[in-house]
């Protein structure tokens, strides 16, 4: 779906991003992450010619976008800005207008549209009105979102999305984006500098050093066959919770003891142990879950878990 082939670019004297390429498939949600400065936002740019690469190609389903008419190629690309760039002097409404403007969507279809956006992203309709000050930053980054969303369009960019938030309203933003419906067949390309956010949202991660590429993968192969001493590093300070969160139930299955219990709360497979410790922390003494809908249910109680997830690392990092 997205193509970037050795792709390269310089500002004066600084070689921002050094011969990158990637694929991004259709519907995956690709981040790119690393410390400040490594050339995230650069590389994003160039997928909606923001900016325009110095060497190599771009390519967006089978289409060169270099030869590509920029307003155009952008319509059709939804771009959520750092510190969500809304317009100060446009209300809520008029920010998400901005792409229904240009694709001359009648004022009926702009407003639906604007409404249903509004209600997904927990925007009370009386915000419509309102000007992107009057709003808490949560709630104005909800408004980006809209903005990016509402023409449908199937890849989104996202540069620091959640950036100016505090960590709590974080958390929960992230959450609730998770669990849009919105999101869920789109193409995503996201940058970010926050390691658990990358990890919690990620299909694959991009992770980037001084304009290269360092190390592309799933978070599992991140975590367990990184590349390098520098992507050991980059994640040391916070392994042990990288591992409960891209590590659910469903791998635990085979560590995990065979017993069931009428009394257990029944969970997802999905579950990840991260979450799984939540709800045991929560005053849940026992959950249950099933690998697949042949498989007969197990439950199991929080030592259940950690043994379980202690075997299942030593296990992962042999394989
Ligand atoms: N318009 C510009 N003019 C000059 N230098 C620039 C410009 N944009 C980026 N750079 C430089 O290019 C390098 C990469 O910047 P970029 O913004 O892509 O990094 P980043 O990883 O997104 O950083 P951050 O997380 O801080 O936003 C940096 O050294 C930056 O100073």
Redesign the pocket.
């Known amino acids: 779906m997205i193509k970037l082939e050795k792709v390269s670019k310089s ?2 004297d ?1 070689l ?2 050094k011969t990158v390429s990637f694929e991004v498939k259709e519907g995956e949600n690709l981040i790119l992450l ?10 994003l740019k160039m997928i909606n010619r923001l900016i325009t690469p110095d060497a190599g190609e771009v390519i967006i389903n089978g289409k060169n976008i270099a030869q590509e008419n920029p307003e155009l190629l952008r319509r059709g690309i939804g771009y959520v800005m ?1 510190n969500n760039g809304l317009f100060p002097h446009y209300t809520v409404g008029e920010n998400i207008a901005i792409v229904p403007q240009l694709l001359k969507w009648d004022q009926k279809k702009t407003f639906d549209r604007t409404k249903e956006l509004m209600a997904k992203l927990h925007l009370p309709d009386e915000y419509i009105n309102m000007f992107p000050h009057e709003l808490s930053g949560g709630q104005q980054q909800r408004v980006g979102l809209a903005r990016a969303l509402v023409a449908d369009p199937a890849v989104l960019l996202m540069d ?1 999305p959640f950036g100016a938030l505090d960590n709590v309203t974080r958390a929960s933003i992230r959450k609730e984006f998770k669990g849009l419906e919105e999101l869920k067949r789109k193409t995503i390309v996201m ?1 970010t ?1 926050d390691i658990q956010e990358a990890f919690e949202l990620a299909d694959r991660i991009c992770l ?1 050093d001084k ?1 290269e590429i360092i190390q592309i993968g799933t978070t599992k192969e991140l975590l367990y066959q990184p590349s390098s001493d520098f992507v050991i590093k980059f994640m040391e300070s916070e392994r042990l919770s990288l591992e409960f969160r891209v590590t659910t139930l469903y791998d635990l299955w085979h560590d995990l003891p065979e017993k069931n219990s009428s009394n257990a709360i029944l969970v997802s497979s999905d579950l990840s142990v991260w979450d799984a410790l939540n709800c045991f922390r929560s005053g849940v003494q026992e959950i249950a879950f099933s690998k697949d809908e042949t498989a007969e249910g197990r439950s199991i109680d929080i030592n259940d878990l950690t043994l379980a997830f202690n075997r299942y690392q030593i296990r992962y990092q042999h394989e």
């Open positions: 500002f004066h600084t921002a991003v690393g410390t400040s400065g490594c050339g995230k936002t650069t590389t750092q620091e940058v500098h980037m304009g």
